[in-house]
């Protein structure tokens, strides 16, 4: 007999931004209600569950990544009872939730913080990284901030520097310390009770610090990037061993709350290395880094990647788009080739591990070109024009094609809809069945069909730049997919019964795919 499946592994979660998913209450700003009031798609879309970003009080500076309050529901997304009412919803309709967590960092407006600045004596004031300046008064690492400038900011009231990897207004809380640490766990359990079914952890390799704050050296680089953040090589400051006994402990945090699982975000120079190590031996249970979120689609990267991550009893998941990158369809040529896209909509869903489809990847939205002067993401304001940041990412959920922030909101949104997304709002494409809403939920239901493409081993083929075909296997389920990422037909002949995909006469067209069954 199988054993039952963990329901994260190999399962399908949908992305939601909360601020640019529905405005329930006309204010320009999407909220839990509107949540709420779409769910139901998202349930017919044929996805395991939901990853909600952060919805908790916070000044927004990053739009909620600086948190004030980890136990609590700002009041531009609602309140703690709309939350109540979100958990039961995803209940009614089958769904998991799985909600953001930031322990990398809080707001500058969060109470420990102001208690930790306040003074250098106190129960909170090593609960955040502060230093002494060197002899000169500069900074005491030459750490960069990931936004710009120094990671260190200086205190005049405790005469120190404190560190922030991010904005100056997202202070690094000080996870070496035991006391914060026995604090994010018992927040953990707090949303466990609440009904979560788990947690994903923003910059989790960030948590911990070099004690001794040693200087990163710097990176081998072809190019000088538009962000000095990547001129270093980053070992002293994120993905440190200290951070390994602390995943364990928030492992066990979650086996004792039943059916959780905790997913990390990975963001550092050796990516896929780290998503193996943080989902092994008793660690996290699964993570996903950037690595397929990058410039360019090449299969034999792909496989490599795949393999890798998943080494030993590790479980990677994979998502090609998210709030933080450009849109899929914009940054892999697929924006006018609706055959590609559809291409790299069964890829993801092909791949082994967990994967995370981001709000508007089904309808195939391409990445907005936000003018400056309506620019919101700090990111994009500081290093503009040569790096346009995530907002074109961020933009409201195209629900109708007409109206004036095509059914997000009745008024303008916080930031402007795409003006080729009313093409390709949900009420085009929800009754045609030609439609790339469409072809995503055949994929969804296909994988949830199909053991090899859930949970199956990934067994490459043919590994090459512009041509990526492999096996999913488990059991008695065997499963071929194949990838034509080029500009070319490409000749392909295995035998099978056809699931999805097209095959004409041992012939795979360019940017086309198929999936069989295996005789």
């Not at 922030?405 to 080729?420: A, E, I, K």
């Not at 296909?446 to 490459?460: K, V």
């Amino acid at each position: 007999m199988t054993a039952q499946r963990e329901w994260w592994r190999g399962a399908t979660l949908y992305q939601i931004y909360p601020r640019s998913f529905a405005d329930s209450n006309g204010d320009g700003v999407g909220d839990l209600k509107g949540v709420i009031q779409h769910l139901d798609y998202v349930a017919r879309l044929g996805v395991d569950g939901i990853w909600l970003s952060p919805f908790f009080p916070s000044p927004m500076k990053d739009f909620g990544y600086d948190i004030s309050d980890y136990r609590g529901v700002d009041p531009v997304f609602g309140s703690l009872d709309d939350f109540r009412a979100l958990v039961r919803e995803c209940r009614r309709l089958g769904l998991r939730l799985v909600i953001d967590q930031v322990y990398s960092h809080s707001s500058d407006q969060h109470p420990w913080f102001i208690e930790s600045a306040a003074s250098r004596e106190g129960p909170k004031s090593d609960w955040y990284v502060w230093a002494d300046p060197k002899p000169d008064g500069g900074p005491p690492s030459n750490w960069l901030g990931r936004f710009g400038g120094y990671a260190w900011e200086w205190s005049p009231t405790r005469q120190q520097y404190y560190l922030h990897n991010f904005l100056i207004e997202q202070p690094d809380l000080n996870l070496h310390n035991p006391a914060v640490q026995a604090e994010v766990l018992d927040i953990m359990r707090y949303w466990f009770d609440l009904g979560v079914d788990g947690l994903r952890l923003d910059v989790a390799n960030f948590f911990m610090h070099d004690p001794a704050l040693r200087d990163n050296p710097s990176a081998a680089l072809k190019e000088t990037p538009s962000n000095p953040y990547y001129m270093q090589s980053h070992v002293y400051d994120r993905s440190r061993p200290e951070n390994l006994p602390f995943l364990a402990r928030m492992r066990d945090v979650a086996e004792a709350a039943g059916e959780r699982m905790l997913l990390a975000e990975i963001s550092c120079d050796w990516q896929v290395r780290r998503m193996a190590e943080y989902t092994t031996s008793g660690r996290l249970h699964t993570a996903y880094s950037f690595e397929l979120q990058g410039p360019r689609v090449d299969g034999r990267h792909i496989a490599a990647t795949v393999l890798a991550a998943g080494a030993g009893d590790s479980w990677p998941t994979w998502s090609f788009s998210s709030h933080d990158v450009r849109r899929v369809a914009s940054r892999w040529d697929a924006e006018e080739n609706p055959t590609r896209l559809r291409m790299l909509q069964a890829l993801l869903l092909c791949l082994r591990g967990t994967v995370i489809l981001y709000q508007g990847e089904e309808l195939g939205l391409p990445h907005v070109d936000v003018p400056r002067e309506r620019l919101r993401d700090p990111e994009s304001i500081r290093f503009w024009p040569n790096h346009r940041g995530r907002d074109g990412a961020r933009t409201p959920m195209p629900w109708r094609e007409k109206g004036v922030s095509l059914g997000f909101s009745t008024v303008d949104g916080w930031l402007p809809v795409g003006s080729s997304h009313a093409a390709l709002a949900v009420s085009r494409q929800e009754a045609d069945a030609r439609s790339q809403l469409a072809h995503c939920r055949r994929l969804i239901a296909l994988r949830r069909q199909e053991p090899a493409l859930q949970t199956g081993s990934f067994e490459p083929i043919t590994q090459e730049p512009d041509f990526l075909a492999f096996h999913r296997v488990h059991e008695a389920s065997r499963v071929i997919c194949a990838f034509n990422l080029g500009v070319a037909p490409r000749a392909f002949a295995p035998t099978g019964e056809l699931l999805a995909g097209h095959l004409t006469d041992g012939l795979l067209a360019a940017g086309d795919y198929v999936v069989l069954r295996s005789p």
